[in-house]
């Protein structure tokens, strides 16, 4: 199963991997190749050129700083998962989510900038990132722009990433008194999420201070569950509360997916079932 | 346009011209003559394309072989003789003596994934022994003599 012929480079710096990608139309980017290569391999996608971002240094890395942590979009699953700092705090939900990634040889290459950027509507990196209200950077010859995340994801593999543009990091603050969790549904065949439910806690003793849940796999993408959060912040942290919101979390679902793996009334119902036991966790840390 | 790459397969260095769209797998199997890794879905699910690139696990029909230029690859090939002539790496003879295997055609893939995840955790529960195999599918065993055997194999290389 070989994909159709194209032309491949592998920039030896980042200014030259944006050269390649302003100076013409039809060009990918390719990061750990795991959405990328099945694509090609059905021809499902034409590429004249293929710009691979491997040897491109000073990508692959987690870093914290001023109390936030930057991730390389390079950086692989397998180091998302094998990271102290991610598997902390509010972190820990982006470490779940990567942990719940398809296969071991999956996340050994998959890259969290990929993840992102491919925007699958049922990945699960996306909805830690809006529930963690990421910042995502991106850049192209002009500079850098910062995209948040609750702005970035356009529907079906859409994002606002410009052509002349890739992803370069992944920010997002890590307050003391944080904790997140990631909950998942798999598809029994694929392992992608039927339903995922991405939650961020911030607690002041046993008050809701901040609360940010994410849910993806359910519709055309990623999205926050706004009116579930501020049912939540403010009030005292019990079982009885978070279960009387997440009852009815499912009913802001906008068109909810319907498919051979699961109809729209159990991917709604099971919503509130994921969102509970991701806050429940991401809130339980402080308690 | 082709490319001309070097990288190192079960510690042999080799310089090949190749396509862009060429994937690893394909170059094992058809330009070196190491048919042991096998190609079954050619769809990035069923794991028996598995060799490992700088000692990871990947599908090698879901990587180019330009991707793994200046890299070492091994192969179930290389896993044998790794350990000396004639003598089975311990992951292959656990295979045999559990009878992990039916027809065969999952277990090269099966035995280089099962390698990393014995790197990484040398006494494994029967529960990560079946989370780490998730990417590897098996149509004859069952699976219940393949983590048998890598139970078997984690004991005998900590020399137990
Ligand atoms: C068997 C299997 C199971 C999987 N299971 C899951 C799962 O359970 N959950 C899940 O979420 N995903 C799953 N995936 C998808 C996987 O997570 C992909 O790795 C991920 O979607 C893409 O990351 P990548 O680094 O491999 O990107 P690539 O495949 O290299 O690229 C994907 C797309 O993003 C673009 N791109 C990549 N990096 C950048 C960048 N830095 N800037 C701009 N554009 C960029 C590419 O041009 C391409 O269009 C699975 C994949 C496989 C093969
Ligand atoms: S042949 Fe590569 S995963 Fe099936
Ligand atoms: S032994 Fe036949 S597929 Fe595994």
Known sequence: MLPAEFDYAAPASLDEALALLAGGTNIRILAGGQSLLPTLKLRLDRPDLVVDLRKVPELSYIREEDGEIAIGALTTYADLVASDLIDSGVARCLAEAAASVGDLQVRNLGTIGGSLSHADPAADIPAAALALDASLVARSEEGDRTISAGDFFHGLWATALKPSELLREIRFRMPANGGGAYEKLRQAASGFALVGAAAVAEMDGGTIEAMRVALTGVSSGPFRLHALEDRLVGETLSEELVREACDKAGEAIESPLSDAHASAEYRVAMAGVTARRAILRAAGQWR | ?160
């Open chain 2, 1 to 160: 346009m082709n490319r001309t790459i070097r990288l190192a397969v079960n510690g042999r260095e080799h310089s090949l011209e190749v396509e862009p769209r060429l994937l690893l797998a394909h170059l094992l199997r058809d330009r070196l003559d190491l048919t042991g890794t096998h190609i079954g879905c050619e769809t990035s699910l069923c794991g028996a394309c598995t060799v490992l690139v700088d000692g990871r696990a990947v599908k090698s029909c879901t990587l180019l072989a330009v991707q793994a230029e200046g890299r070492q690859v091994t192969t179930i090939e290389g896993l044998a003789e790794g350990a000396g002539t004639e003598q089975l790496h311990p992951l292959q003879e656990a295979f045999w003596n559990e009878h992990g295997l039916q027809c065969g055609f999952c277990t090269p893939g099966m035995i280089m994934t099962a390698h990393q995840l014995l790197e990484e955790n040398p006494e494994p529960s029967e529960d990560e022994i079946r989370h780490g195999l998730e990417g590897n599918l098996c149509r004859c065993t069952g699976y219940q003599n393949i983590v048998r055997a890598v139970q078997s194999a984690a004991a005998e290389l900590r020399g137990g």
